[in-house]
């Protein structure tokens, strides 16, 4: 019996050695995986190498490899940061020339999914949140005279009460998707009648 019992526990401690020695740790699954939104921060990963993932980045500098510059101004260490950005540029910046690649998401659809809830399904107000942040129409005057970049540089940074969207709209063509279908939304509407105008 004494013998049964040694030969179990000896099994046992060459198993644990074997389990230890042998089986793959969790840890290694990490080194198996592409990517992982929260490997951005890890010193094991080379965070510039690709343009398409979200970060923030010195002002003014742009990716080695190409990509977009950063033309946002405001303190990133505040407790709670304000950013805005600089309307020069804004009002500068262009469309890329180049056309977008396969697999972009169009601007109705990236309208609706992060848009429509603040500014209403055709850009007027009315939507579900209008009420409760006073989320201006998109076809006022003011808005249909945005150039452009000033109008992409608003869903990039923010502005005002509006959050940045340019964390979630990662890639720029999309973004000019989003550009063009609010331009399209202003442009099948007619503009709002001028206070006190004659019938």
Not at 85 to 94: G, K, L, P
Not at 95 to 118: D, F, H, K, Q, V
Request: charged residues 20%.
């Amino acid at each position: 019996m004494r013998k049964a019992l040694l030969a179990v526990v000896l099994l046992g401690a060459g198993g644990c050695n074997w389990w230890y020695n042998e089986v793959p740790s969790p840890d290694q699954l990490m080194h198996v995986v592409p990517w992982f939104d929260h490997m951005i921060q890890s010193k094991a990963v080379h965070p510039y190498q690709r343009t398409d993932i979200p970060r923030n980045v010195p002002a003014g500098a742009v990716p080695v490899g190409g990509g977009e510059r950063d033309w946002r101004v405001g303190d990133p260490t505040a407790a709670f940061p304000q950013y805005g950005f600089d309307t020069t540029v804004a009002n500068r910046t262009t469309r890329p020339t180049t056309p977008p690649p396969p697999g972009a998401r169009s601007g109705e659809e990236l309208y609706i999914t992060y848009c429509a809830m603040c500014h209403g399904d055709k850009g007027a107000q009315g939507g579900t949140v209008t009420n409760y942040i006073a989320a201006p129409s998109l076809l006022t005057p003011i808005a249909r005279n945005w150039s452009d970049g000033y109008l992409y540089s608003i869903i990039r940074y923010g502005r005002g009460i509006m959050p940045q969207y340019g964390d979630k709209i990662v890639r720029r063509d999309e973004r000019w998707a989003v550009v063009d279908y609010v331009r399209s939304l202003q442009a099948a509407s007619p503009l709002p009648a001028a206070a006190g105008g004659t019938k």
